[in-house]
């Protein structure tokens, strides 16, 4: 079977990097037998669905000059790591709640000896209130980890004020979403900027990313104790 090239926003990425995506597919793979990190385990799916959808992220991170990227309910390093192994430039935290999920990517993190890359343990709704993460990424990002008004809150705490928020969601899901998140992106000091529809190899139906800026900084109450958004959205 022919190699599956990994493309990014301006061509197919080089050799070196091709590599590193690879490698990091085989141990997504891997660490899958030991825990449930991706619903995916084929490779060639691995590629298209996650790393396309993960680079998908390339071109607005350089627009907007992002050097600091929060991965927010990281789960198996996506988008997080696929972004450090194209970006060596960009420094990214991987953020996730599970300690199980943040073992496993340390030890991806190790393997592929990512320099620019950080893994975090911990509770988005406390560690956003500590003063060596609060306030402290020109951008957060999250792929399927929650709805967009949970979403908000928690990454709201992360980014600074002239930052940017992204949000993976389909097509179909993101305006709705969007409403329904209105008056939690208000709270939060976040305005909605964009949406940016694409589609991936081989699918029929368009994927969107959220885009929203913040504009001053949070409220010192804010994100709620933990539980708090889920039970009571904004």
């Known amino acids: 079977m022919s190699p599956v090239k990994f493309p990014a926003a301006d061509g197919d990425v080089d050799a070196a990097v091709t590599a590193r995506l690879a490698h990091f597919v085989q141990l997504l793979i891997a660490e899958n037998q030991r825990q449930n990190l991706t619903g995916t385990r084929d490779e060639a799916e691995l590629r298209r669905i996650h790393i396309g ?14 050097t600091r990227l929060l991965d927010l309910g990281s789960g198996g ?12 430039d960009l420094h990214v935290t991987l953020l996730d709640a599970t300690r199980k999920k943040v073992a496993a990517l340390e030890r991806m993190v190790a393997a592929l000896e990512l320099s620019n890359v950080r893994t975090v343990w911990g509770r988005a709704e406390a560690l956003a209130h500590q003063p060596e993460y609060r306030e402290q990424y020109d951008a957060v990002t999250a792929r399927a980890v929650a709805g967009l008004p949970l979403l908000v809150e928690y990454a709201a705490g992360f980014v ?7 949000f993976y969601k389909s097509a179909a899901a993101a305006e709705p979403e969007r409403i329904a998140a209105e008056s939690a992106t208000r709270r939060c000091r976040l305005s909605h900027l964009a949406t940016h529809a694409y589609r991936l190899a081989d699918e029929d139906a368009d994927r969107a990313l959220l885009e929203y800026r913040k504009d001053g900084a949070l409220a010192a109450n804010l994100p709620r104790p933990a539980g708090m958004a889920k039970k009571h959205p904004f």
Do not use: Q
């Open 53 to 66: 959808d993960s680079l998908k992220l390339l071109p607005l991170l350089h627009e907007r000059g992002i």
């Open 77 to 88: 390093g996506l988008p997080g790591i696929p972004l450090a192994c194209v970006r060596t």
């Open 160 to 166: 600074r004020p002239g930052g940017t928020c992204w």
